[in-house]
């Protein structure tokens, strides 16, 4: 989190003896200069001890949550179209589904985020597909390799797209649903997220997936309206809008 | 963090209620969404948990640094110009303080960092100054009020400008040192920014005071060259710059 303090040092070394002379002032510098390296080394080390505490708060829980990820899973499996519909009500996510996207993404039918055991070492997103006229594979993953060794990186199945269905050809100028829509991503499409690896720190649709739709679907499957959070709390009033959304994907 | 599921069952009333007819299928969907709407509570649950031990680990290590960042400030408070020099030598907050501010942040000789009780509740950043020709008051104080009751807000102490020192008028212009710099916030100035209050949520110069420059100031003040960092781990070249850098800033 912090840079630790041996590097400092070594650089307080070079900063001191490069006064020349070394008068009282300098040498009174110096003095309180190291005395702020020992205070930085104490907030280190607290800071060490309160990571390394949080970090088993975190890894107790999610052992705890994983079996409930699990059976939701399973659950999910049984309601068509449930992911696509999360996906596509989730004011980011939708924006970097393109046309021909929306048509095979009715093919997934789980998504599983992973978090490795020391979590702060990485996660990975799996994507089940029915049989689909798109590729060939039934589970597209993409792993983040972030921490401590080596330096970050990410890794995607390699995709087995079928004769002419190569959905990162030529979808520059397919956003066609998305026009009206902010842009709040870098304007990619999904599969070319997918196979987008360059970043892995900064891979901000990761994120979305493992730190928002999995921890909660539920609530973009059932909530497509993206303004109703800022809308004054009637019911009576947003009832139509969400039922008439929800109707429209429902005949999809 | 997450939306609590109570909204997400009154949702899915409506969703159910208004599929017309009800056939065996409907029935079907409402009872797998009423189970992932359970398994969600279970998660929500120990997310709470989970934030709650988290908090808890926080105030305790809080409480820990509290005395340490004390006696630093003491001990800081003899070296001259620190806080300016560890400001001119980040490269985001540099950015922000444009020439005139320089001269004025000169007088700089306290920073503090104060979170609140409840660390969710917001923090305070306090600039204490010497007897300085810009303003009449010794500390300027910017507030932010985050959680959990009431919209966030932040405020900031009300600058008594002496005569013609106004630093935050006629400000658009004067950025003559960072010309060169690589602009990662908003070009505001210091004083623009401290007394600006419009979106305390997305104060991204306050985060940087409160989490980085804060934890661990010595560091911006030993490494003037931000470059460094990525360069190659060479002691022997590396050491030349970085001594004729510092050795420019004690001269000034």
Not at 139 to 149: C, N, R
Request: include cysteine; proline fraction near 4%.
């Amino acid at each position: 989190m912090l840079k630790m303090s041996h590097d400092s040092s070594k650089k307080m070394k070079k900063v001191c003896s490069s006064i020349e002379g070394g008068s009282d002032l300098d040498v009174a510098i110096q003095k309180n200069l190291e005395a702020v390296d020992v205070f930085q080394i104490e907030i280190d080390n607290l800071n060490m001890k309160a990571s390394e505490e949080i970090l088993k708060i975190e890894q107790k829980y999610n052992q705890q949550r994983k079996p409930i990820f699990k059976k939701r899973g399973e659950v999910i499996k049984n309601i068509q179209n449930f992911w696509f519909t999360a996906i596509m009500n989730h004011p980011d996510l939708s924006s970097i589904v393109d046309e021909r996207e929306e048509e095979c993404l009715q093919f997934l039918n789980k998504i599983e985020v992973e978090e490795f055991e020391d979590i702060r070492s990485g996660y990975q997103i799996e994507f089940h597909f029915d049989e689909n006229p798109f590729f060939e594979n039934a589970v597209l993953i993409k792993e983040f390799h972030l921490e401590p060794v080596g330096s970050p990186n990410s890794q995607s199945t390699q995709i087995k797209w079928k004769d002419n269905n190569d959905l990162t050809k030529n979808t520059d100028n397919n956003f066609g649903k998305s026009g009206g829509r902010k842009r709040r991503l870098e304007s990619k499409s999904f599969f070319l997220w997918f196979i987008d690896n360059v970043d892995p720190v900064s891979d901000d649709i990761a994120e979305i997936f493992k730190d928002d739709l999995w921890q909660n679907p539920l609530q973009y499957y059932l909530v497509p309206d993206i303004e109703e959070t800022n809308a004054p709390e009637n019911d009576e009033d947003s009832d139509s809008s969400s039922v008439v959304e929800i109707q429209e994907t429902e005949e999809q």
